[in-house]
C-alpha cells in the first residue's frame, strides 16, 4: 500500500464555543500508530479542551473526530471508552473510598454485558484480579493493593491512576498534565512508567507543561495557542519555530538554545 | 415488658432502615435528595391493597410491589433528576422530587380515598405467633424483622461483593472516572433508583401488613422522620443509615 497508514485519532477541523468563547478554533491532527504526541501550548489554550472532546466530555461545534474507522465525535463518554480512548486528568480522580485493587478492577474489560451479569456470578473472579493485579504490580503498586485509594500519596496516586486507565486495555491513552504538582524525583519516575506504558498502548497522548517531560518522551509535538495550531513537527523543529518560542516562552527563536537541555 | 418493647423497637428500626437506605443510596451516588421515596413507600402498602382485593396473596403483592416500585423509580428519575443534573440544580431536583410525591399523594386520594384502606387481612395473623422467653411475638413481626434483615444484608453484598456493586460505588466516588472507565453512568444511575425504589416499597409493604391499613400520608410522616435519621447516621454513608 502506498497510502499512508490510517492514524489512530483523526481529527478533522473541529471547533468548540462556550458561548461566544471560540476554546478550539478549525483545528485539524493526527495522532499516528505507535507515537507519543505531545501537545503544548499556554495556559488557557485549549488543551485540556481538546482532551475532553476526544473522551466526549464535552460536544464539537464543528468537525469530525475519527478513532480508526469510527466516527466519535457524537458518542457518550462511556461508548468512546469502551472503543478504546481512556485519559487521566489533570488533578488525579481515583475511586478515593476503594480499594487499589477494585479500583483498576472497575476498568477491567467485560462491562458486564447484562444487568443480571454484572449481579451474579462474577463477583470476585479470580481471573479478573490476576488481570488487575497484573496491571498494579506494572506500576509497582502490588505492596499497596488492599489500601484504600484515598490514602495513596501522590505519586503513587498517579501511577494508579494510570494504572487503572491501561486496565481498560485502550489502544489510545491520553495524558493530561500527568506532571502536574510532581517535584524533580516524582517526574523522573514518571517518565519511566509512561514509557513502559507504552507499549501497551497503540498510541500516547501528552498534555504537559512539564518540558522536561514532554522533551524526553515526544516523539512529535503539537503546539497550539488561542485553539489553534500553532507549530507541529519534531520537538527539534517546534523548539525553533518563531511562533512558537514567542508566544509559549516569551522568547526570541536564538534564547532558546540557552534554555532547551536537548538544544 | 422489656423484650415485647426491644422487639417492637428492632420491628420499627428495620422498617426504617429500609426506607432509609433508599434516600442514602441515592443522595450518596448523586448527592441529590430524593424526596419521592417516601411515597414510592406509600404505594408499597396500596399495591398490598391491590393484590390482595383481587383475590392474590402476599407473594403476589410483593411482586407488584416490585413491579410498580421499579416503573415509579424510573419514572421519578426521568422526571426530575435527568434535566438537573449539575450540582447547582441541587435544590431544583428536589424540590422537584418532592411535586412528584405529592402528586402522587393526591392520584391515591383521588383513587382510593383519602381514608385509610384495611388490607383485610385475617385476624390470625396479628394474633398467631410464637412464644420466645414468655413473650408472645406475632408472626407477622418476626417476618418483617427477618425481611429487613435479609434485604439489608443482600443490599451490602451486593455493595460490596458485586460488580453491579462496584460501579455503583465508582460512580458515587468519581462519575468522571466512571464513565471514562467504560461505565454507563446514567445507567447505573437508574439502577440505584430502582433499587432504593424496591426497597422502599417493599418497606411500605410490611408497614401496611403491620397496621392492617394503607395510608395516603405515611410517606410523609415516615419519610421526614427517615431523612432526620439520616442526617444522625451520616448523609449518604450506607452503613450510617443501618447502624441508626
Not at chain 1, 478515593?96 to 480499594?99: A, T
Not at chain 1, 509559549?248 to 534564547?255: H, I, K, M, S, V
Given at each position: 500500500m502506498s497510502a499512508p497508514p490510517t492514524p489512530v485519532l483523526a481529527i478533522e477541523s473541529i471547533s468548540k464555543d462556550f458561548g461566544g468563547l471560540?476554546?478550539?478554533?478549525n483545528l485539524s491532527l493526527d495522532v499516528r500508530s505507535g507515537e507519543i504526541l505531545g501537545i503544548v501550548g499556554p495556559n488557557g489554550a485549549g488543551k485540556s479542551v481538546l482532551i475532553n472532546l476526544i473522551t466526549g466530555f464535552y460536544r464539537v461545534s464543528a468537525g469530525t473526530i475519527r478513532f480508526k474507522d469510527d466516527e466519535i465525535s457524537g458518542l457518550s463518554r462511556h461508548a468512546i471508552s469502551r472503543l478504546g480512548i481512556t485519559c487521566t486528568f489533570q488533578n488525579v480522580r481515583l475511586f478515593?473510598?476503594?480499594?487499589v485493587l477494585e479500583n483498576v478492577l472497575v476498568a477491567n474489560k467485560g462491562h458486564a454485558a447484562s444487568p443480571f451479569a454484572s449481579l451474579f456470578g462474577?463477583?470476585?473472579n479470580k481471573r479478573d484480579i490476576d488481570q488487575a493485579m497484573e496491571f498494579i504490580c506494572f506500576m509497582g503498586l502490588s505492596e499497596r493493593a488492599d489500601q484504600l485509594a484515598g490514602t495513596l500519596a501522590y505519586g503513587d496516586a498517579r501511577r494508579l491512576e494510570i494504572a487503572r486507565a491501561l486496565a481498560g486495555e485502550p489502544r489510545l491513552l491520553l495524558l493530561d498534565e500527568p506532571a502536574a504538582g510532581m517535584n524533580e524525583e516524582e517526574t523522573a519516575a514518571l517518565i519511566d512508567d509512561i514509557r513502559a506504558s507504552r507499549t501497551r498502548v497503540e498510541a500516547i497522548v501528552l498534555v504537559e507543561h512539564d518540558m522536561t517531560l514532554i522533551c524526553e518522551l515526544s516523539d512529535r509535538m503539537v503546539a497550539i495557542d488561542y485553539g489553534r495550531k500553532m507549530a507541529e513537527g519534531t520537538t527539534e523543529e517546534v523548539f525553533a519555530d518563531p511562533l512558537f518560542t514567542k508566544a509559549?516562552?516569551?522568547?526570541?527563536?536564538?534564547?532558546l538554545a540557552l534554555e532547551n537541555p536537548h538544544g | 415488658m422489656f423484650v415485647d418493647q426491644l422487639i417492637n423497637g428492632l420491628v420499627s428500626g428495620g422498617l426504617y432502615a429500609l426506607i432509609e437506605i433508599g434516600y442514602t443510596l441515592v443522595f450518596g451516588v448523586l448527592?441529590?435528595?430524593?424526596?419521592a421515596d417516601g411515597e414510592i413507600f406509600m404505594f408499597g402498602g396500596y399495591a398490598d391493597v391491590i393484590a390482595l382485593s383481587l383475590g392474590g396473596d402476599l407473594t403476589a403483592a410483593v411482586l407488584l410491589t416490585i413491579a410498580v416500585s421499579t416503573l415509579l423509580a424510573l419514572v421519578v428519575e426521568f422526571v426530575s433528576f435527568r434535566k438537573f443534573r449539575s450540582a447547582d440544580a441541587q435544590i431544583t431536583a428536589a424540590l422537584s422530587s418532592l411535586l412528584v410525591g405529592l402528586i402522587l399523594i393526591e392520584l391515591t386520594h383521588n383513587i382510593f380515598s383519602s381514608e385509610p384502606r384495611s388490607l383485610g387481612l385475617p385476624q390470625e395473623v396479628y394474633s398467631a405467633g410464637v412464644n420466645i422467653l414468655g413473650v408472645q411475638i406475632a408472626w407477622i413481626k418476626l417476618v418483617i424483622l427477618g425481611a429487613a434483615l435479609v434485604l439489608m444484608v443482600g443490599l451490602s453484598f451486593v455493595l460490596e461483593r458485586t460488580r453491579l456493586g462496584r460501579n455503583i460505588r465508582a460512580v458515587s466516588d468519581s462519575p468522571e472516572s466512571a464513565a471514562l472507565s467504560g461505565i454507563n453512568v446514567q445507567r447505573v444511575t437508574q439502577q440505584v433508583f430502582v433499587i432504593a425504589s424496591i426497597l422502599a416499597g417493599i418497606g411500605g409493604l410490611l408497614v401496611a401488613c403491620k397496621s392492617g391499613v394503607a395510608v395516603a400520608e405515611v410517606g410523609l410522616t415516615f419519610g421526614l422522620k427517615a431523612l432526620a435519621v439520616m442526617a444522625i447516621g451520616g448523609m449518604g454513608d450506607l452503613r450510617g443509615a443501618v447502624v441508626a
Open positions: 471560540r476554546a478550539i478554533d478515593r473510598r476503594m480499594s462474577v463477583g470476585r509559549y516562552l516569551g522568547l526570541e527563536a536564538g534564547d | 448527592e441529590k435528595l430524593n424526596f
